[in-house]
């Protein structure tokens, strides 16, 4: 099953379908931008919104209904599919926290700026 990550989905989310996999009660809270709400117990009844033509990403909170509802796509012929992996909950984090952009070298010498040093032996003082 192709799982794509919050990174990959912030540079191509204008080209893809996503679809909201969560309740309406849960989309109300907030969403992706640009999302469609298709709750997973609907998702059968609502392929017709679907377009086979176009890829299309799935997400809920955590991405169970996310797969789900990818198996559901899937089984009905859809080829070019993607469930959010870490769902709504770690896209809203990551994108939230902007530090989380940063390359992982990078974050990491800011965050710990002495670790640099950390594997330098260390003399006990003689008497």
């Known amino acids: 099953m192709p799982g794509i ?37 609907e998702m059968r009844d609502r392929l017709s919104e679907i377009p086979a033509d176009k890829p299309v990403v799935l997400f809920c909170a955590v991405g169970l209904r996310g797969y789900l509802a990818q198996r559901i796509l899937i089984g009905r012929g859809y080829r070019n599919t ?32 002495l670790r640099r040093n950390r594997h330098r032996a260390v003399l006990p003082k003689s008497l």
């Open 5 to 41: 990550s919050w990174r990959e989905l912030a540079e191509k989310k204008d080209e893809v379908m996503l679809i909201d996999t969560r309740t309406p009660e849960e989309f109300s809270f907030g969403t992706i931008p640009g999302a469609v709400n298709i709750p997973l117990d």
């Open 82 to 113: 993607a469930n959010l992996i870490g769902g709504y909950k770690t896209y809203s984090t990551a994108v939230a926290c902007p530090f989380l952009l940063l390359r992982h070298h990078r974050r990491r010498s800011l965050l710990h700026p």
